[in-house]
């Protein structure tokens, strides 16, 4: 119920705030539906009200003020930067612009397929990240390794919920095979997943190399999504198959 101007609860008077869109003629009810979600969406009312391209924003800033990866100096790497709502992020948090006297500068490189518009801060490339020799020219526009690996990437939908579940599993273990060629040892790796019960070996590959995993739902990912995030820090070295996985295991956060 809301509260009227007295203070009390009451079911009269009151109006819908909702933004309600009708569907046009050519669009779909899906479309219809999406645009009425995006207008009434809080995360992207903010986005444009902060100047971020997008309210995938929110998701990065909400795992940073958890795990707290993003620290002035660190040295940065977006896999699939676009629109470049993570870059923006990164880029305040680690300083690369330098605008927090006493603290480090770090930096911040985005690659992508599409062509990115240029973000202060950040150094923007085209690039497939599966390329052969990507991990060693990301290293070179970096000047060394990276202390983070991130990625929000996902797979084109097909239409089919499985299929897609599996698409992006495989791109995410394609993203953290990149991270290990090219993370300092400490260093995080972050992910998108999609919650399904093909990521364990993705899981396992993970526990081997890093310290410590964790799987997160932050609050700006819709309720209604099945995605979730993989954080795992303290990256031990690449590690094979034959070697001990990681003592702590994986956390759900």
Known sequence: MAKTPSG??????????????KTAKGRKLSSTLWLERQLNDPYVQRAKKEGYRGRAAYKILELDDKFRFLVPGARVVDLGCAPGGWCQVAVARVNALGEKSGKRVGRVLGVDLQEVDPIAGADIHQLDFLSDGADQKVKDWLGG???????????????HKGTDHLRIIALCEAAAEFAFDVLEEGGTFVAKVLAGGAENELQTILKRNFAKVANVKPPASRSDSSEKFVVATGFRGRRGPAEEPAVDGLDDA
């Open 145 to 159: 390794p990276a202390d983070v690996v991130m990625s929000d990437m996902a797979a084109a939908s097909s239409g």
């Open 8 to 21: 009390n609860t009451s079911g009269r008077g009151t109006r819908d705030l909702r933004v309600r869109v």
